[in-house]
């Protein structure tokens, strides 16, 4: 549809000078929207017919001379739109010359995708790839429309055709996170505005994301030392020794666990930073965890790594650390749940229930709540905020010796 650029003195507006306010009429689509030129004009000097001043104006050479100079502005950002065959709105024609015009929902997520990739921002370019898929699909396979497009009645209706889709209620979490956190990204990059931000109204945490309880007790955690596992394969060995690694150092969660280096040691201490977070993270270590790090000694040496998970001669780049870790877990995966038949344990073992486990086991043995969630590195709770700087005090070096 034909863009239409025009000035209107506004009538029904009287300002504190007399004068009637002169205003950028922009018709594109069917709306109409409206800016201030911040000049103003007496009605009676104004010819309403031909929307300009009258030849009897005292400033209407002057003024004239704006209104042209603006509306022409405009008509070349409207000829480059299409010459460009840009998808454009009203707000774009309107915005002024300093700000950068409005993305697609397609060009952005790409732009921030690439960047993630560039910076070896592995995880985050997964999330934000699976994301942008996720709306493509659910837009029929366009993306070349703006974020202003997405309005309540947008959300309402993708989160219905997620749901028919059985996505759970933590994926749909995550997708929508994703989604607002690209909209910010946006409007803090210039490319998309604020004026119509849906998720002030359309709220994410109305999501049900509490996590169904994982944990095992402290007897089954013992028949996982104690299982003979001579006759089974060595990826199954490794998987218990995994696990309760996991378990006996604060729950440190895999993929930190394949990160670990020889200088994150240090005689009764383990010193890393989180992945996901990126938090400084002390963990005492008791004998039975020590005995695990000596088990691998041998491959240290080769690897550069703790554990033989991630080998520093093969995998450089974040993608393939990151594919590794993903193989292996597999395997690990594996071996728990053969750990499990072996020691008749119902609960679905993995990785995340070692985690799990020692908050839970720390929890019902008396130990404060905040210490628990401080050891485990959660950054979610602002609560937890003032602890995280006092791993090495005495009653979090006393409460590990309840886990066994």
Request: proline share 2%; with cysteine.
């Amino acid at each position: 549809m034909k863009t239409s650029i025009s000035v209107v003195c506004f009538k029904s507006k009287t300002l504190a000078n007399g004068e009637n306010p002169l205003m950028l009429q922009v018709s594109k689509d069917g709306k109409r929207k409206y800016k201030s030129l911040g000049i103003s004009v007496n009605q009676n000097q104004w010819d309403f017919k031909k929307n300009k001043p009258k030849p009897t104006c005292p400033d209407g050479e002057y003024l004239q001379q704006i209104i042209l100079n603006k509306v022409t502005e405009l008509q070349k950002q409207v000829l480059y739109f299409n010459a460009d065959n840009k998808h454009f709105s009203i707000n774009n024609i309107l915005r002024d010359n300093h700000k950068v015009i409005e993305k697609t929902v397609g060009e952005f997520y790409k732009e921030l995708i690439h960047d993630f990739e560039k910076n070896n921002k592995t995880g985050n370019r997964l999330i934000y790839k699976g994301s942008l898929n996720s709306i493509k699909t659910f837009a029929k396979g366009k993306t070349n429309f703006l974020f202003s497009d997405i309005d309540i009645q947008w959300l309402t209706k993708y989160e219905k055709w997620l749901r028919s889709k059985g996505n759970k209620e933590t994926t749909i979490s995550l997708l929508f996170r994703t989604l607002r956190s690209a909209y910010n990204k946006a409007i803090e990059s210039k490319c998309a505005t604020n004026t119509n931000y849906p998720f002030n109204e359309f709220k994410i945490s109305k999501f049900n994301t509490k996590t169904n309880k994982r944990a095992i007790t402290k007897a089954e955690i013992q028949k996982i030392i104690k299982v003979n596992l001579c006759k089974e394969k060595e990826s199954v060995q490794f998987a218990r020794d995994i696990f309760i690694f996991s378990y006996l150092c604060s729950g440190i969660n895999f993929t930190d666990i394949a990160n670990l280096q020889p200088e994150n040691i240090s005689i009764n201490q383990m010193r890393y930073i989180r992945q996901k977070t990126g938090k400084k993270i002390n963990v005492l270590l008791i004998p039975d965890a020590v005995k695990i790090i000596q088990k691998y000694s041998g491959a240290t040496e080769k690897t550069g790594y703790i554990f033989p998970i991630l080998d520093k001669r093969i995998h450089k780049t974040a993608q393939q650390k990151r594919n590794r870790i993903h193989k292996v877990l597999g395997h690990t995966g594996k071996g728990l749940k053969r750990i499990a038949e072996l020691c008749k344990i119902k609960t679905n073992l993995t990785t995340y229930v070692a985690r799990h486990s020692f908050a839970t086991v720390l929890k019902n043995s008396g130990v404060n709540i905040a210490l628990i969630s401080e050891a485990l590195g959660h950054s979610e709770l602002s609560t937890t905020q003032i602890y995280l700087d006092s791993f090495e005090n005495k009653q979090f070096n006393e409460a590990m010796k309840h886990l066994l």
